[in-house]
């Protein structure tokens, strides 16, 4: 029998997933902050909602998707990223019958069939928010601040915010012809993937990796000076915007991003510290996205961000930042077996008041409990003895003053609250 993971997954044990909690947890609080509520969706869906979606000349789509057949002869997908399904869920609800904008977070896993390496995985773990019904570029600036913000909260620095506009079907055709025009003579140079790229999606030339692809584009024209009025005037916006809110950002004419979707503001923050997997988040406006998925006219705007890039930069940065609670707050140690029923009983009462509590179950000694318990930092230990159940009461040893003092069984609970709350 195998007996590791599938390539490209991995396993969060608890003292990992303590850090997630932690980080989840700030992603929600964000998130809320900002008038955004939870929505989860399947970890599948149909197939076509995909190849519609996020398009079927991507390389997600092409190369990416874990598609199988169920049972039943559908073709299904594992959702590798959470837009499509939202956009699928706001139409089969018909949200849109509410008042607007409708604003949407989650968590949850995506699935890509790429090749493992630091920072890519073919199981990972994005937060991403969707806002649905609003044109207005103050959504666009306060979706991008969201993400900023996020990165500055869990005290990482260096991120660089990269900024750019993708126009809309109105004003991108002539562009795509005109860079088609700059591109083709180079055509026979591209890498393979461009060439294909070439004649379905030229733009996504522009955001090519590879070092011959980069010096092929160097000098290619840029879509800002055949943006409509109206996309132009928008991405102004969208740009003083942020400066209002300081956040800074660089234009950046060869960011396309890799869905087909997007229209007009498209972003991405590069925490360069991470290497060749730079980008922590990404995302962008999709006007057209709810028609396109079968839904009436609505516009839209959204990013995710990859939790383990996030995770990897944090403890890269900024791990003093983090305030992870431990596993337990009391440990309540006995001085013989004897008084182990009385250890049980007593955690009893501290678990239900609320207060996290552990023992030992291996017969250590004396000694060892209490390392055990400083290992496992509880704040509190409460020793029981045979003096303690004679007198009935109990030692409470302050780990981290180093004190102690003997505290009569009907204060215990009073006394263990009243040093957590000042802790
Ligand atoms: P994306 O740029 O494909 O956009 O992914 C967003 C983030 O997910 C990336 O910046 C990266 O941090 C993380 N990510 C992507 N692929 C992997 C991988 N194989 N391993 C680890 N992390 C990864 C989207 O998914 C869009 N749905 C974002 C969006 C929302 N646009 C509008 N709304």
Redesign the pocket.
């Known amino acids: 029998m195998e007996i590791s993971g599938p390539r490209?997954t991995h396993d969060i044990l608890p003292d990992e997933s303590a850090l997630w909690y932690y980080i989840e947890t700030n992603l929600r609080q964000m998130a809320e902050l900002y008038g955004y509520s939870e929505v989860r969706l399947p970890i599948f869906e149909h197939t076509e909602l995909f190849e519609r979606g996020?398009g079927d000349s991507t390389d997600?789509v092409q190369k990416?998707m874990y598609t199988f057949e169920d049972r039943g002869k559908r073709s299904l997908t594992l959702r590798?990223?959470?837009?499509?399904s939202?956009a699928r869920a706001f139409i089969e609800h018909k949200v849109y019958n509410q008042a607007q904008p409708t604003k949407w977070y989650y968590i949850g896993p995506?699935f890509?069939y790429?090749r493992?390496q630091a920072?890519?995985?073919?199981q990972?773990?994005?937060f991403?928010?969707?806002a649905f019904g609003s044109q207005d570029p103050n959504v666009d600036a306060e979706v991008i601040a969201i993400l900023v913000r996020i990165v500055e909260k869990l005290g990482i620095k260096n991120a660089e915010l990269h900024l750019n506009t993708v126009g809309c079907p109105d004003c991108r055709p002539l562009y795509r012809e005109r860079l088609l025009q700059y591109l083709t003579p180079f055509a026979g140079e591209l890498c393979n993937d461009c060439q294909q790229r070439l004649n379905k999606n030229p733009l996504r030339v522009l955001d090519c990796k590879t070092t011959h692809c980069r010096e092929v584009v160097k000098d290619h024209p840029t879509l800002h000076s055949y943006l409509c009025e109206r996309c132009g005037q928008h991405f102004e916006q969208v740009k003083s915007m942020l400066s209002s809110y300081k956040v800074d950002f660089v234009l950046d004419s060869q960011l396309v991003?890799?869905?087909d979707?997007?229209t007009r503001t498209a972003f991405?923050?590069l925490i360069p510290d991470l290497g060749a997997?730079a980008?922590?988040?990404?995302?962008?406006?999709?006007d057209g996205l709810i028609e396109e998925c079968g839904g009436p006219p609505t516009p839209?705007?959204?990013?995710?961000?990859?939790?383990?890039?996030?995770l990897l930069a944090a403890r890269k940065q900024a791990s003093q930042a983090w305030k992870i609670p431990p596993v337990m707050e009391v440990f309540v140690a006995v001085a013989d077996k004897e008084y182990d029923r009385d250890a049980c009983l007593l955690l009893d009462r501290i678990r239900q008041a609320g207060i996290k509590a552990d023992k030992d179950y291996l017969d250590r000694s004396l000694k060892a409990q209490m390392k055990y318990a400083g290992k496992n930092e509880a704040r509190l230990v409460v020793v029981i003895g045979e003096d303690e159940i004679k007198n009935d009461c109990y030692i409470l040893r302050d780990m981290k003053a180093k004190e102690q003092q003997d505290v009569p069984s009907s204060q215990i609970i009073d006394r263990i609250k009243s040093i957590l709350v000042t802790s």
């Not at 920072?119 to 073919?122: D, F, H, T, V």
């Not at 980008?279 to 999709?286: D, E, I, L, N, Q």
């Not at 839209?300 to 996030?310: H, Q, S």
């Open positions: 490209g996020v997600i990416e590798p990223e959470g837009t499509a939202c995506m890509r790429d493992p920072g890519r995985y073919r990972f773990h994005q991403g928010v969707e991003r890799g869905l979707y997007y991405e923050l997997q980008a922590v988040g990404g995302g962008g406006r999709y839209g705007i959204g990013f995710a961000m990859g939790l383990e890039r996030l």
